[in-house]
Antibody
């Protein structure tokens, strides 16, 4: 059974750091693109970053709101993905989801399909 | 970044109603659009990808249409389990962007 389990959330002061983990089971993490999506309390969804699969060099992309502060990395031996969050701001307070993207290819185009989501982990940035 | 605007922001409907939610992109995104359903306290679920393709296991009362800048999610006959918030997502270019959500409530 495919599962993604986030951990590492908690309360942190503004300017602080936190590292979230996303443990994958039921599939080989290195074969898939994995994204992070967050949701501030009572708000909508925000895509914040992507880690491509091994075949695409584990390259990453980030939203402007987190670029330069957040970094996605992987540990294939642990089948785990990480989100290192530095210089945290109050506006980073949110539930953070890791999401598997099983890409769909048709007519020469690739399409995103976020088929499995973790349960999310809450990050609260407050003094 | 591409802006995605959903309408309405919320709607009230009855079981059995046909419901349509629209999503407009600030520029042409071909058919690079997905729809997700989220219930309170839960992670979102994929309904539609590539604008009109039904994800595996999703009931056929859900359908998607559109291309370019205008897209529609239609629920053919609303069921009790469909009361939720729906989001569109453009995956045409980075950063991927979601619509603000449409909350479907019971009338």
């Amino acid at each position: 059974e495919v599962q993604l389990v986030e951990s590492g959330g908690g309360l942190v002061q503004p300017g602080g750091s936190l590292r979230l983990s996303c443990a994958a089971s039921g599939f080989t993490l290195s074969d898939y693109y994995i994204d992070w999506v967050r949701q501030a309390p009572g708000k909508g969804l925000e895509w914040i970053g992507r880690s491509r699969n091994k075949a695409n060099g584990f390259t990453t992309d980030y939203a402007a709101s987190v670029k330069g502060r957040f970094t996605i990395s992987r540990d294939d031996s642990e089948n785990t993905l990480y989100l290192q969050m530095n210089s945290l701001r109050t506006e980073d307070t949110a539930v953070y989801y890791c999401v598997r993207d099983i890409l769909y290819h048709s007519d020469g185009n690739w399409y995103c399909r976020f088929d499995y989501w973790g349960l999310g982990t809450l990050v609260t940035v407050s003094s | 970044a591409i802006q995605m605007t959903q309408s309405p922001s919320s709607l009230s409907a009855s079981v059995g109603d046909r419901v349509a939610i629209t999503c407009r992109a600030s520029q042409d995104i071909r058919n690079d659009l997905g729809w997700y359903q989220q219930k309170p306290g839960k992670a979102p679920k994929l309904l539609i990808y590539a604008a009109s393709n039904l994800h595996s296991g999703v009931p056929s009362r859900f359908s998607g249409s559109g291309s370019g800048t205008d897209f529609t999610l239609t629920i053919g006959s609303l069921q009790p389990e469909d009361f939720a918030t729906y989001y569109c997502l453009q995956d045409y270019t980075y950063p991927y962007t979601f619509g603000q959500g449409t909350k479907v409530e019971i009338k």
